[in-house]
């Protein structure tokens, strides 16, 4: 049995270390980004519409108190889905011990079935589980673990950021269905948005079963473990707990190791300034409603940022590898806080809609390209293979806690200032987080970029 399992890695490892192969997993890659980009933007982008509906705002208004109740009660009830995401690095964890495969193929369904919850939901009690469904499984980023364990090391951060690229600007698929299939008069309309990105999650997650192979990182790993292959075997006896992966030793190595615990840091504080892009429709509604910009210049902004986020964050892989991690950072949190300003100004002084756009894709460009550095790719690059899926899972979960505690400032501080001035109080509490962040990182992060994956220790 040994050896047929030996021999079956063998065969798996040859293949999945081949070109062809390679530019095969980079196009299914993205189309799985695909489905998680959707799935992460639906609830922010229809948000409003959805509380219009099942909150029966009068006038659908986003300049009424129920408007700004309704957010509150919405931002309440995904809390739980912060708690229950305690165990999202417990299941993440898995991957270190079965495999990348299994958990790729999972997540991604998991999504489609999410978002199938939302539309069908009755209430907005319902509406929250089915974001629940889909946060527990779309903070795992498989995908990006795929290409960091596939991809050469110098080209790593610019094909994690290719594929996001592309993924993002498929996100104005949401705009586009948007404008065929929401109609104002009809609030419930915005159920039918929900159709197809639940459909795609379910049928990709079906054509990856055949198509895609284990990482050659996690198969190499393996096959050593199989044959005995072990260099220093000692010393690999006396950290046998670490090498079975787990949340406890992640949560041990994130905070024993200065590198990680240094990242982790910085990492949290950026979190806390994320709360704003779940409220960008919401900032677009106010203005609409104030008479600044009309519904239809809405729509063209849902359906233009995302190119623009695309091109940002394509750049920021070059930029990242180009000038390193720490470098790409300061850059990209210029862009961030110059694309932030205009946006917020620019949506409440009526400025031309594909300025606007281009400021919101800046802006969120930026800002998750930083986000993923921190919490995918530096700790993707000085944690060990053993416990890198726990370690990311678990780097999930602890800025998890700084974008939920972010949302639930932003939320209660809508109700104090009112919807009508939501736009600057997300400025307030954006800039100053991320500068704070950036600063951190410059000061206690190492460089990681061009990290040997295989051959980092304990």
């Known amino acids: 049995m040994k050896?047929?399992?030996?021999?079956?890695?063998?065969?798996?490892?040859?293949?999945?270390?081949?070109?062809?192969?390679?530019?095969?997993?980079v196009i299914m890659l993205t189309i799985i980004y695909i489905v998680d980009e959707l799935a992460s933007n639906m609830n922010s982008t229809m948000q409003p519409y959805m509380i219009y509906d099942l909150f029966k705002i009068p006038g659908a208004s986003a300049l009424t108190e129920e408007y700004s109740a309704a957010v509150g009660t919405m931002t309440l009830l995904t809390l739980p889905n912060y708690l229950i995401m305690l165990l999202s690095p417990f299941y993440k964890s898995l991957a270190d011990k079965f495999g990348r495969k299994m958990f790729l193929i999972i997540n991604t369904a998991v999504m489609g079935l999410g978002l199938g919850i939302c539309m069908i939901a009755p209430n907005y009690i319902?509406?929250?589980?089915?974001?629940?469904?889909?946060?527990?499984?779309?903070?795992?980023?498989?995908?990006?673990?795929?290409?960091?364990?596939?991809?050469?090391?110098?080209?790593?951060?610019?094909?994690?950021?290719?594929?996001?690229?592309?993924?993002?600007?498929?996100?104005s698929l949401i705009g586009v269905a948007k404008t065929v299939f929401y109609d104002p008069a009809d609030l419930s309309s915005w159920r039918k948005v929900f159709l197809l990105p639940a459909l795609f999650g379910i049928a990709v997650a079906i054509i990856c079963i055949p198509l895609v192979k284990e990482t050659p990182v996690f198969l190499t790993k393996k096959l050593k473990a199989l044959k005995g292959e072990k260099e220093e075997e000692n010393k690999e006896e006396q950290k046998e707990d670490n090498k079975n992966g787990g949340v406890v030793n992640a949560l041990k190595y994130i905070f024993s190791n200065k590198q990680m615990r240094s990242i982790t840091i910085a990492g949290i504080i950026f979190c806390l300034a994320t709360g704003v892009t779940g409220y960008y429709a919401t900032i677009l509604e106010v203005a609409s409603g104030a008479g600044a910009i009309t519904a239809a210049q809405i729509n063209k902004i849902v359906i233009f940022f995302p190119f623009i986020n695309g091109l940002v964050t394509f750049i920021s892989g070059f930029l990242s590898d180009a000038l390193g991690r720490k470098k790409a950072c300061i850059v990209l949190s210029v862009l961030a806080v110059v694309g932030l300003a205009t946006f917020i100004f620019g949506a409440g002084l009526g400025f031309n809609e594909y300025v606007i756009g281009t400021a919101y894709g800046v802006f969120i460009g930026g800002l998750w390209s930083i986000c993923d550095t921190l919490v995918l790719v530096m700790p993707s690059e000085s944690t060990?293979?053993?416990?890198?899926a726990s370690v990311i899972g678990t780097m999930a979960l602890i800025m998890g806690v700084g974008m939920a505690l972010s949302s639930i400032l932003i939320a209660a501080g809508m109700n104090v200032v009112g919807s009508a001035n939501i736009g600057m109080l997300c400025f307030a509490m954006t800039v100053p987080f991320m500068l704070i962040a950036i600063f951190l990182i410059t000061k206690n992060v190492k460089e990681t970029n061009g990290a040997d994956l295989t051959n980092i220790e304990m």
Do not use: W
């Open 384 to 388: 060990p293979t053993e416990l890198r």
């Open 3 to 25: 050896k047929d399992e030996i021999g079956y890695l063998e065969k798996e490892l040859k293949r999945s270390e081949t070109k062809g192969y390679f530019v095969e997993l």
């Open 126 to 171: 319902v509406y929250a589980i089915g974001i629940l469904v889909v946060l527990f499984v779309q903070t795992n980023d498989v995908q990006v673990m795929y290409i960091m364990e596939s991809a050469p090391a110098r080209h790593r951060a610019k094909v994690c950021s290719a594929t996001k690229a592309i993924a993002l600007v498929g996100v």
